[in-house]
């Protein structure tokens, strides 16, 4: 039987993120064959993948982060199926090796970001095989990005919400892109203005403003008139621009990102929230 070194299990741990007795475990049951070994613990992760293959992996975290220019951000959202592996640090780290995976390669979308290379194998690879170290179901299950002449990020505490906002400028205090990224994942905006705001939005907005307003007792004729003036609080609610800013709401959003600069606005943002 192979000797098996701590240099060579730590050399395993690093390709696989296995735990080190796992790694040792499959380093002895491959004799000591470096490749063998990695086999092991692959074949480990599918068959507790086709094991656990009808089991809901709603838990997880949902990172957020730019690239060191500033004009691209990316979020992802690695699932499991317990609270308690997502607060595992190795789990958390794989989910970071992932993000910064795609910060670096920039993918078009979720299935070229799974095959992109990873220690020896593929992202979704990776994630299979971690299921086999975890023993739950594991997903990388969203990808998505913002690409601006400046991106921020924000994470709150816990990894279960994530936002990524783009703005028209760069350059300016960075406390500025915080507050605004702050806002987005604390009042969750539908669209960045009300243009932006989806036709089928606007129409079931207007419609649940008339039914309201005919329970009132509203006469008939009065309907549109009123539900067009909910529609108008809508937009000041749910569209990021004219929204009240959290930081002071004598002004909205829109207002404060002028009072900064006449030239700055939002392009964009992204959110999303586990169980939160």
Known sequence: MAVITAADVAKLRRVTLAGMMDCKKALEEADGNFDKAIEIIRKKGQAVANKRADREAT???????????GKLGIMIVLNSETDFVAKNTEFVNLATKILDIALKNNPADLETLKALPMDGGKV???VVEYMGIIGEKLELSYFDKIEAAHVQAYIHPGNKLAALVGFTKAG???QVYKDVAMQVAAMNPVSVDKDDVPPTVIAQELEIGKEQARRDGKPEEMLEKIAQGKLGKFFKESTLLNQEFIKDNKMSVGQYLKSVNKELSVTGFRRFTLNV
């Not at 997880?60 to 220019?69: P, R």
């Open 172 to 174: 300016l205090d960075t």
């Open 59 to 69: 838990e997880g975290v949902v990172l957020s982060k730019v690239t060191a220019d």
């Open 124 to 126: 979704g690879e990776k």
